[in-house]
């Protein structure tokens, strides 16, 4: 079980550039669920994928953001023209199904200068 | 999490018992899970309850009412290596089917 890979850990930008993140899953999880945190809050839930379908979106998760999983493996998360407020941890997790325990990634973070 | 409440924080002694509390709405409710997130790490699962009543696994138990919408995990024989954030996490919370995550409860453990 080689668990859920997150590439980069790090990724410092310039406010306005674009930044796109990985997620390897857990192989044989067909779910994979990207979130944000910030320091001292729980993680807040961003969309999730059911194979290559992306099956809901937080209302949260303005037109900048767009994420895809083309093949039903990895996914990624692309951000465009990054603000100050978007510096956070983004969480990358995987299960094997609906309402079933959710394994996560090291994330990466993200600062915005 | 706006509808998931967990105090912030909480100090006990290595080799003490702590309980951490959790209270949800309860509308959409289809699960509660717990997990243990060590500063700058990944949040790691520990357990889950569906139904009511206590779930034990090891050191750690958890217990759901879901009538009163209240959990909460139990962490016993306290080590150093127990201080971190625990995060409460509810599945369907306003009829979604995502997990709606409490903000944590960050739990000191010293000698």
């Known amino acids: 079980d080689t668990g859920v890979s997150q590439n980069p850990r790090h990724k410092i930008t310039k406010r306005g550039q674009n930044v796109t993140f990985r997620c390897d899953p857990i192989?044989?999880?067909?779910?994979l669920y990207w979130y944000r945190q910030t320091l001292g809050q729980g993680p807040e839930f961003l969309t999730y994928f059911q194979n290559e379908a992306q099956l809901e979106k937080s209302r949260l998760l303005s037109d900048r953001f767009s994420a895809e999983r083309p093949k039903g493996s990895f996914s990624t998360l692309e951000i465009q023209r990054t603000e100050q407020g978007d510096s956070a941890m983004y969480l990358c997790a995987s299960s094997t199904g609906t309402n079933q325990p959710q394994h996560f990634g090291d994330g990466t973070r993200l600062s915005i200068l | 999490g706006q509808n998931i409440d967990q105090p912030t924080e909480m100090t006990a002694t290595e080799g003490a018992i702590v309980q951490i509390n959790c209270t949800y709405q309860t509308s959409g409710f289809n699960g509660l899970f717990w997990y243990q997130q060590h500063a700058g790490e990944a949040p790691t699962f520990l357990s889950y309850n569906v139904l009511d009543g206590l779930e034990e696994k090891g050191r750690f138990s958890s217990f759901l009412s879901r009538s009163k919408g209240y959990s909460y995990l139990l962490l016993k024989e306290l080590q150093m290596k127990d201080s971190a954030s625990y995060l409460c996490a509810v599945w369907g919370l306003g009829g979604g089917n995502k997990l709606t995550f409490g903000t944590g409860t960050q739990l000191k453990v010293e000698l």
């Open positions: 192989s044989e999880h067909n779910r």
